[in-house]
């Protein structure tokens, strides 16, 4: 077993799954299977799509299929948990949360160690901004359906310290400056990527985001159309490991179906291109907030 308390270097991979029913046990089966094969790979951080365990609903009505939701400590976490201490890994999951003490509903991803105990009390991110758009047909409004999240958090796995931003968060270079500021080495993007052109930026994209702020990145997604109430989600897959410096150490295109992205990744690499590439360092933050015209 994995148990990364003091590793340097790190082998994550990114599960490209494919797209998911209504039968949302036969989800979870699938998914399972795919983190046991990936840890059977040697993976030690295994991160799952968004919308990995239900299929992709914002183009539903709001309110509908509230009752595939489960709070951060429910029977879904625990098998989770179970999942990562067995098999000895890290393990980042989305899942569709019901806040208990709110009865807010929110976008959000579990986070487990390798001993199974949960990186935070509670999900270690819920998705901060909410996209509407009309592509695909009807249109989908993920703001009718959850509540966003408030706060950004960076959590420490072993020697590793991990910040998480969920698809669209993606969009925000402010999230990333402010966890690298936090003092992330990685950051791990679960997407529901699908539709327009958005596949011929998406890789390019993330690549930008690591090289500006020295940030390994790991990013899944899912692959195939999915349905839904007639609406099809044409998933497009490009789940991807890229490293500190923008460098692609692994890629899946959509047509090659689901699978297994890993690649490794190193302390010594990272700091190395934080030198190299010092953007970081030369912000002039005094400016930021009080341009003038």
């Given amino acids: 077993m994995n148990r990364l ?9 990114a599960l490209q799954l494919p797209p998911c029913t209504t039968d949302l046990a036969g989800n979870e089966a699938v998914a399972f299977a795919a983190v046991r094969a990936a840890a059977d790979d040697g993976a030690q951080l295994i991160v799952l799509p968004e919308f990995s365990m239900v299929p992709y609903f914002a183009s539903a009505p709001g309110g509908q299929y509230r009752d595939w939701a489960q709070p951060a400590d429910g029977p879904l976490a625990a098998r989770c948990a ?20 709110s009865g807010r509903y929110h976008n959000a991803v579990l986070g487990f160690d390798a001993d199974g105990n949960p990186l935070r009390a509670g ?7 909410l996209p509407v758009g009309d592509d695909p047909p009807p249109g989908y409004d993920e703001a009718a359906h959850f509540t966003p999240g408030d706060a950004l958090h960076v959590v420490q796995v072993g020697a590793w310290r991990i910040g998480v931003l969920v698809c669209y ?5 402010e999230c990333w ?23 011929d930026f998406f890789v390019g994209e993330l690549r930008t985001h690591a090289r500006e702020n020295g940030l390994a990145v790991v990013c899944a997604n899912k692959t195939g159309d999915e349905f839904l109430d007639g609406v099809r989600i044409d998933n497009y897959g490009e789940s991807c490991v890229i490293a500190a410096d923008g460098a692609v150490l692994a890629r899946r295109p959509g047509n090659e179906g689901p699978g297994i992205v890993s690649a490794t990744l190193a302390h010594a690499e990272i700091a190395a291109t934080r030198e190299k590439l010092s953007y970081f360092d030369h912000r002039r933050v005094d400016l ?6």
Avoid: C, N, Q
């Avoid at 179970?82 to 003490?101: M, Q, T």
């Avoid at 999900?123 to 901004?129: G, I, N, S, T, Y």
């Fill in 177 to 199: 400056r402010a966890l690298r500021a936090a003092g992330a080495d990685l950051v791990i993007v679960p997407v529901a990527g699908s539709g327009g052109d958005d596949m």
């Fill in 123 to 129: 999900p270690v991110a819920r998705k901060l901004h």
């Fill in 82 to 101: 179970a999942l990562a201490r067995e098999r000895g890994i890290a393990l980042f999951v989305p899942f569709y949360e019901i806040d208990r003490a």
């Fill in 5 to 13: 308390v003091t590793l340097s270097t790190l082998r994550a991979a």
């Fill in 288 to 293: 930021y907030d009080t341009p003038s015209f």
């Fill in 169 to 173: 968060d993606r969009r925000f270079p």
